[in-house]
């Protein structure tokens, strides 16, 4: 795809190599996005890096956008165009590449996380907001539970059968991806021999610890459990978490533990026909705005 700005060329490209890998980091990092490491982002580019984008102005990269294809729905995020760059409509032109990509696939909904000052531009590509997408920050009590472990290879089975139902989706890639890559981070509780919720961390830049997904067939006190356990394994450092606004009793559970939300929180918004995602309570929790 190629756009014409003035007598300037823009084009935007799929991801070539590790390079482009390296380049995305490059762009997380300097947005202080810490919980985009290269392995994070490097996942996406083997899922499949015809959706991670790199716009480049007058030949050098000005710009990064990364669209995860699921069967019925997307997801746009890492949305960054380079300081010296902006406005020159760079970000719309990832956009609408980001869109066409998705809509190529068949999806029938695409949703994002937009940043408060990014809302009028995705408004104008056709999206229409939903709620707030929460992020939430602290350490909280530590505890050990019999009930909570961590989740084995011969538990991923039954874990992603439950993703699929309460997630609407296959996600199993980036479940398997994380367990693969932090197995120390993957916890699951126990009642009477079968799962009833699940949890997936992931170590990020400097040390910063992120929670999600996580999903409770149960009460969102089950999601405490697993947070208190999550807590002990990491030691005392605190770790973030995203939840979406209309988890209301997960997010009054997490303020009264001693979690506080991070302000402007961005807006979940959608550009489709189906918000059946943003239903299910049992998602307490999401994994990244890239991949739901």
């Known amino acids: 795809m190629i756009t014409r700005m003035s007598n300037t060329e823009v084009k935007i490209r799929s991801f070539f190599d590790s390079s482009d890998i390296d380049f ?40 990064i956008c990364i669209a995860t294809a699921y069967t019925k729905n997307g997801f746009i995020g890492e949305l960054i165009v380079s300081p010296k760059f902006r406005k020159n409509g760079i970000g719309t032109a990832l956009m609408k590449k980001a869109i066409n990509f998705l809509q190529v696939k068949n999806v029938q909904n695409i949703f994002l996380d937009g940043v408060v000052n990014a809302v009028p531009l995705y408004m104008k590509l056709g999206f229409q907001e939903i709620c707030r997408s929460l992020r939430l920050f602290g350490e909280i ?7 909570v472990s961590e989740i084995s290879e011969q538990d991923l089975q039954e874990i992603l059968n439950i993703d699929r139902i309460c997630f609407n989706e296959d996600r199993s890639y980036f479940l398997i991806k994380r367990f693969i890559n932090y197995p120390h981070l993957c916890l699951k509780l126990m009642i009477n021999h079968s799962i009833q919720a699940y949890l997936f961390g992931r170590e990020g830049n400097g040390g910063w610890i992120s929670v999600g997904p996580v999903v409770s067939l149960g009460k969102a006190n089950d999601t405490i459990l697993l947070l208190k356990y999550f807590q002990e394994r990491i030691g005392y450092q605190p770790f973030s978490i995203g939840v979406l606004e209309n988890q209301k009793e997960m997010i009054f559970q997490l303020i009264q533990c001693g979690l506080k939300p991070i302000p402007d929180p961005p807006m979940r918004m959608i550009l489709g ?11 307490n929790a999401i994994g990244s705005p890239a991949k739901g």
């Open 273 to 283: 026909i189906e918000r059946k995602n943003f239903e299910d309570q049992r998602c």
């Open 24 to 63: 995305a980091f490059e762009m997380t990092s300097r947005e202080k996005w810490y919980s985009e490491s290269k392995i994070e982002l490097h996942s996406f580019f083997e899922y499949d890096r015809q959706g991670c984008l790199i716009a480049e102005f007058d030949g050098e990269k000005a710009g």
């Open 141 to 147: 009590e530590p505890s050990i539970s019999s009930s």
